[in-house]
């Protein structure tokens, strides 16, 4: 299974208090001539570079704002938007990550 998993937690907080929370996760299948070209440190990890990270994050963060708003749409905090956040910032490195089979 070629697929990479972006996970993202968002809470709004009023006085130290979470009042909304959300925990997405957004599956990418990768296809397999792109699978090869990404590095295998040996053969229980992965690097992928930040470039992607930083792609697939954002992608995920925009449909995390999507997913707030038609969740609180018609309720009272209706009127509360995520912010856009530049992940690409947040990324400093390529990422390692174990390889895991189901």
Known sequence: ???IIVFINVEFHNDDKAFIKLVL???FNIEEKSWETLSFSDEEKII???GLLAHL???TASTARGVLFAKLEGTTFSNILMPLVNVA???K???EFK???K
Do not use: C, F, Q, Y
């Open 57 to 59: 994050s954002a992608i």
């Open 1 to 3: 299974n070629r697929v």
């Open 99 to 101: 390889k895991t089979e």
């Open 89 to 91: 910032g947040m990324i």
């Open 93 to 95: 490195d390529d990422g």
């Open 48 to 50: 992928v570079p930040k």
């Open 25 to 27: 996760s957004a599956h």
